[in-house]
């Protein structure tokens, strides 16, 4: 585990840049090597997403929900990102999970607008350290669930993961690596993590990409 205090070079999904002022948020790396198949691999990015919502919910009070795949919202904002890839080590394949997640931010401190912290959230001082430790504890319990399943996301993560999910039956845009876009209505998450979504066209699944909540039309 890795934990920064001031992070001013983050990186998230499609390239994007983050930076926070110094002790304003919980950015943090850790390294994990699940001896897992490839194709299990996926879920370790929407793992993530639960375990920082649910230690936001058990350390604040805070209402969260997930925008897939692993975008952590208190209403509509953003209040943590997380960007999961796998490396290749000497020991073999690993992956880095990193997470920031804003805690003392000012409004004027938000990188977009759409964003929010704990302490705009709860309108009092948030101490990080508890919030690390639960961070810490619901990543280890269910990360140590996960591989003891050998992956498999029917012991209990898939509905984890749905219950939290805010994608789930919204019109959404997916902007995907190389580019191009999806627009339907979200309908599922499947066995490998993807989000399948309802086209004009047939269903399509999701494996990677950047998705926005399309307000209903009026």
């Known amino acids: 585990v890795l934990l920064a205090e001031h992070q001013h070079a983050g990186r998230g999904r499609l390239g994007r840049q983050w930076q926070a002022p110094p002790r304003s948020a919980l950015t943090l790396s850790l390294l994990l090597r699940p001896t897992l198949p490839a194709a299990r691999w996926p879920w370790l990015s929407l793992l993530a997403g639960v375990a920082v919502a649910e230690a936001v919910t058990c350390s604040t009070g ?11 919202l208190v209403g509509a ?3 943590a990102g997380l960007l999961v890839e796998r490396v290749e080590t000497p020991t073999g394949p690993a ?7 804003n805690v003392s931010l000012r ?6 607008a759409s964003a929010t912290s704990l302490v705009l959230e709860t309108d009092r001082p948030v101490d990080r350290q508890p919030v690390a430790l639960a961070l810490l504890r619901t990543v280890e319990a269910l990360y140590g669930a996960w591989t003891d399943a ?4 029917a012991a209990g993560l898939h509905d984890s993961y749905v219950r939290r999910c805010d994608t789930l039956g919204r019109a959404v845009r997916a902007t995907l690596p190389d580019g191009s876009s999806v627009h339907g209505t979200a309908e599922a998450i499947d066995r490998m993590g993807g989000l399948v979504v309802a086209t004009d066209a047939g269903q399509r699944t999701v494996r990677a990409g950047d998705v926005v909540h399309l307000r209903p039309a009026v």
């Open 107 to 112: 409004r004027d401190e938000l990188p977009v």
């Open 150 to 153: 050998a992956g498999d996301p």
């Open 77 to 79: 904002r953003k209040v």
């Open 62 to 72: 805070i209402e969260t929900t997930l925008k897939w795949p692993n975008d952590v």
């Open 95 to 101: 992956a880095i999970v990193g997470m920031g997640l």
